[in-house]
């Protein structure tokens, strides 16, 4: 049976008028309601929405650029843009906006999270692989029997952490120095980074050289340069010295942070750190005058109060001597140690040595984390007008006791019959193997500098 069809009804074409007439005004409806919301929007970002839709698909928009162009002038977002903490209204805005189209996700705390195995991707670099590890980091060539440590991976809640992109990276500082300031673990995160970028460099194009307290890593045809600079308490002490400063009586001279600031300056980008030496009990010596002075005037002072004088004084210099519109200032919070074992579950005595797996207990926090320092770098830091991004890697490196360097080391000392016979008594619970948990310090620099 077939049906066929001839010209439409009265009846039916007027169903198919009303139809269009429908489906016309909800077009209408969706342009109007669009219209709208851009015009708010527009009242809201102003020249921020311009900066989108008219240059979101151009080849003149920055953020479009080849990386090899990034500078200043065509993507001052990159390097230069400003803390959301210190950010007026217009330029949090313009941060959001911008840096969508980088693929971010507003509001996630990139600090909070968890650690997940990662045999994929994981690690960033073999140990082999970069000669510049000091051997006091070199875990594998000094007999670590396992591998885990180097497989996990930072899981932010809510969003993944930007791959770290060492092109980018490069690209970006040509031109600059780069320049961490601080101890030993600074040291650290500061070979970390030189390992994560040095294999795009050519053998014949790279260098890395110590001057005293500086040691600095060159990167000839990027005309850049990756600096650590030797200062545990900033400010002058009597632990200055690079290679010489195991000093128990530790004295620190007040007012005294040009005397190492004079080598920061001319910096693009500054990380500094400073906690681990400020550790040595309830009070610290603090010098007024100088070190060169017959008779020394010492003062014992709360550990918490000078650390606070410390963090005043950074700021002051920072202020003083660097531009928010050409430089990035970072402080990275304080690396935690793993020497009691009971506090994570374990058993009583023990510490570092021979962990293998990172502690599941979210809320873990261990003694050796003073809790009153955190709130002193938040309340000077909260009152600072000059833009300074926080790296708080302290609660998720506290997760990891088992990423130390233990007893896999260079020991400067022979070790005696007593401590061979007990590992526990000479595990290193302070310093981090490379590659390692470091490198995540670095991915999450080098989140907060391209994405902040």
Not at 75 to 83: A, K, V
Not at 126 to 150: A, N
Not at 212 to 219: E, G, P, Q, R, Y
């Amino acid at each position: 049976m077939r049906l066929t069809f001839s010209a439409s009804s009265p009846s039916s074409s007027s169903s198919s008028l009303d139809l269009r007439k429908s489906r016309l005004s909800a077009y209408i409806f969706s342009l109007l309601s669009f219209a709208f919301i851009f015009f708010f929007a527009a009242i809201l970002y102003g020249e921020d929405l311009v900066y989108i839709f008219i240059l979101g698909n151009s080849e003149n928009n920055p953020l479009r650029q080849p990386i090899s162009t990034i500078n200043e002038s065509t993507c001052p977002s990159c390097l230069n843009s400003y803390s959301y903490t210190n950010s007026t209204g217009k330029e949090k805005n313009r941060a959001k906006l911008a840096f969508a189209l980088w693929e971010t996700k507003e509001g996630c705390d990139v600090f909070s999270g968890r650690w997940v195995k990662d045999e994929l991707t994981r690690p960033l670099y073999r140990e082999s692989e970069c000669p510049y590890i000091v051997p006091q980091l070199t875990c594998q060539d000094h007999g670590r029997p396992d591998q885990d440590y180097q497989h996990w991976r930072w899981q932010p809640h809510g969003c993944d952490l930007p791959s770290f992109n060492a092109t980018l990276m490069l690209e970006t500082l040509r031109g600059k120095r780069m320049m961490f300031v601080g101890d030993s673990l600074n040291r650290g995160q500061y070979i970390s980074m030189v390992c994560l970028l040095h294999r795009l460099i050519p053998e014949n194009a790279k260098s890395m050289e110590t001057f005293d307290s500086l040691t600095v890593f060159t990167a000839k045809d990027f005309n850049t340069t990756i600096e650590f600079y030797w200062a545990p308490f900033l400010l002058k002490s009597n632990a200055d010295n690079a290679v010489i400063h195991r000093i128990t009586d530790r004295i620190v001279r007040k007012g005294s942070i040009d005397n190492h600031g004079q080598h920061w300056k001319g910096a693009d980008i500054l990380v500094f750190n400073t906690y681990l030496w400020w550790m040595t009990g309830q009070k610290m010596k603090i010098l007024k005058g100088s070190f060169d002075d017959e008779k020394k005037e010492i003062v014992e002072m709360p550990t918490e109060n000078a650390y606070r004088m410390v963090m005043k004084s950074m700021l002051r210099w920072v202020k003083l001597n660097m531009d928010p519109k050409k430089t990035r200032v970072f402080f990275t919070s304080m690396s935690p140690t793993h020497a009691k074992s009971i506090e994570w579950g374990g058993e009583p005595g023990k510490n570092c040595y021979n962990e293998t797996t990172p502690i599941e207990d979210p809320n873990y926090w261990g003694s050796d984390c003073d809790k009153r320092i955190m709130q002193v770098i938040g309340e000077v830091f909260g009152n600072s007008k000059f833009p300074i991004t926080f790296l708080n890697i302290t609660q998720l490196s506290s997760y990891r006791k088992d990423a130390h360097t233990s007893i896999y080391k260079k020991q400067w000392n022979p070790l005696s019959p007593e401590q061979v016979a007990n590992p526990v008594s000479y595990a290193d619970c302070t310093h981090w193997c490379l590659p390692g948990l470091q490198d995540t310090w670095n991915e999450l620099l080098f989140t907060k500098l391209f994405y902040p």
